[in-house]
């Protein structure tokens, strides 16, 4: 019997604890951040604006995309200042080499007030927080957080999903409860179809037709063979290539893994045939100059700058944000059959989508008031002003909703300049209201064509209790970097398949049926 949890997709990254020597917060959150009373925060308002009547200043750590402008130019953060009262100095670190410089921080203990838009994973939160350089926040939550805690009782699966064993939680997530903003969609040059006459591809073998098309037909016309018939994100957490055609193989991605679930059975195929037959595929594409021989090389920027160059046949991302001055020139498609016929759309992220966007660290001397600070962006007023900047000059509202003024999206970069949104993993809420811009028309279509293919059921990455977590990250640690450093040699050729058995044996060396037997243990905990 196939058993339900949760209500939707929670996909994160394990939590495991390598937990540093320092002080264990327990207890009430007032009393471990011991912060000293003051007439600042005795000031603090439980509702309504501004959140403090005596200016205060905090300082956060922030991951800056390519897309964006400096955080002290953006409008948002200028009239949220004037609204708040409360003035926020960024320390922005580049994406390329975020996480090594967020690390720095911890590693010396030169904290900010808080990290905004700071991709803790699980591991970093629960390490941090049981070192006391993170603060306990479901206290601070409850009294000074009613728009998050609302959208907590509304979505269960929020609260299960950044909540420790031991009851603390010590980041806050982005959350989006719009469906087609958790998966990224397949973006095609249908001018490139037309020009050459070809139908979509439906079929992984069809798609190896297109793409050989793509390559050899010159669909730009230029001449010369330069066109890229297919490329994705570089990611060093793994091969996003592999996750976006795992379903065409039947390869599904629960409990925040490399799992299938059969009959209430956690399968990790990791090592299975079904993995060998897509990095055959994908091995195929990559020798035969299909798939981009930069994939893992690229960076962020360089990915975006392909979208938006209209001389790629094919591509992966949740919106039409980074090729809007091209979109007629690309349609969405739905996830091509496999060989064996499984057509699915594995790729897909849960409603606190965004795990460790914001947390607040044991230097705050105003935590209530920072907690009220960002509650604001849980709600569809603030989150409307740090998507859309300023009404009358960024946006306008149609019926209710708010929407960019063509001319304002019509300006390159215009809106990276002026809100944080732009480049993703902001922590507010993503819902409907507030969705025009990542949901137009073309992509709520291009959503369409996956949403017969998503999971019915995406179960949560299990939350391990210390040992255990310690016990996952070491097995992980090893396995992911020998599973994702093998994988990527398979695809550009580096190595042969006929090493398979010996690939499958040192999985099987690492413990890798150890490691099922952990997820197997908390899904049958979870799915009671």
């Given amino acids: 019997m196939r058993r339900h949890w949760g209500r939707s997709a929670l ?10 020597a320092g002080c264990s917060n327990g207890g009430d959150s007032k009393k471990e951040t011991n912060n000293p009373s003051s007439s600042t925060e005795s000031a603090v308002k439980a509702e309504g604006f501004p959140i403090v009547d005596q200016p205060i200043k905090l300082k956060m750590f922030t991951r800056i995309a390519p897309a964006n402008g400096p955080f002290k130019d953006m409008p ?3 009239d949220y200042e004037k609204l708040s009262n ?20 911890f590693a010396s203990n030169e904290l900010p007030d808080a990290l905004f838009r700071s991709e803790l994973n699980p591991l970093e939160t629960i390490r941090y927080g049981t070192a006391g350089q993170l603060i306990p926040l479901e206290d601070l939550i409850e009294e000074y957080a009613p728009n998050l805690k609302a959208l907590m009782e509304q979505y269960p699966e929020i609260r299960s999903a950044i909540t420790t064993p031991e009851g603390h939680i010590y980041s806050i997530p982005g959350i989006v409860t719009t469906g087609s903003a958790r998966t990224d969609k397949r973006w095609i040059n249908k001018a490139w179809l037309e020009k050459l006459n070809l139908e979509e591809p439906k079929t992984t073998e069809e798609l190896y037709n297109v793409l050989v098309a793509f390559r050899d037909g010159d669909p730009n ?4 063979a330069d066109e890229i018939p297919m490329t994705a994100r570089n990611a060093a957490a793994g091969i996003i290539i592999v996750n976006m055609m795992a379903g065409s193989f039947g390869l599904d991605l629960q409990l925040g893994y490399n799992i299938n679930i059969e009959d209430d059975k956690v399968n990790i195929w990791s090592g299975d045939e079904k993995h060998k037959e897509l990095l055959m595929y994908l091995n195929r594409l990559y020798k035969e100059k299909l798939l981009d021989p930069e994939i893992f090389s690229h960076t962020e920027a360089q990915y975006l700058a392909k979208q ?5 046949g094919l591509f992966f991302d949740q919106t039409n944000n980074n090729f809007l001055p091209i979109m007629d020139q690309y349609v969405g498609i739905a996830p091509q059959a496999g060989p064996n016929g499984d057509q699915m759309q594995s790729a897909v992220a849960p409603v606190p989508r965004d795990f460790g966007a914001f947390a607040i660290t044991s230097v705050n001397k105003h ?3 920072t907690m009220r600070w960002i509650d604001y962006f849980y709600s569809d007023e603030g989150s409307t002003l740090l998507r859309f900047g300023r009404e009358g000059e960024h946006y306008e509202m149609k019926d209710g909703v708010p929407y960019y003024f063509d001319d304002f999206v019509a300006i390159t970069g215009a809106q990276g300049k002026m809100t944080p949104y732009a480049g993703g993993g902001a922590p507010h809420l993503i819902s409907d209201q507030v969705a025009s811009f990542i949901n137009p028309p073309q992509v709520q279509e291009a959503f369409k064509k996956l949403e017969p293919y998503m999971p019915e059921i995406r179960y949560a990455n299990p939350m391990f209790d210390e040992e255990t977590a310690q016990k996952v990250n070491i097995l992980r640690n090893d396995i992911d970097k020998y599973v994702n450093e093998q994988s990527t040699k398979f695809i550009v050729g580096a190595l042969g398949f006929d090493k398979w058995e010996e690939f499958q044996s040192t999985l099987n060396k690492m413990r890798l049926d150890e490691l099922e037997g952990i997820y197997q243990t908390a899904y049958d905990k979870m799915a009671k």
């Fill in 308 to 312: 938006g160059s209209g001389n790629t």
């Fill in 76 to 78: 948002v953060f200028q």
């Fill in 367 to 369: 935590p209530e008031a």
């Fill in 86 to 105: 409360i003035q926020v100095e960024f320390t922005e670190a580049p994406t390329d080499g975020f996480a090594e410089k967020k690390n720095l921080l």
């Fill in 221 to 224: 016309g230029n001449g010369k």
């Fill in 11 to 20: 996909t994160t990254l394990i939590i495991s604890g390598l937990i540093l």
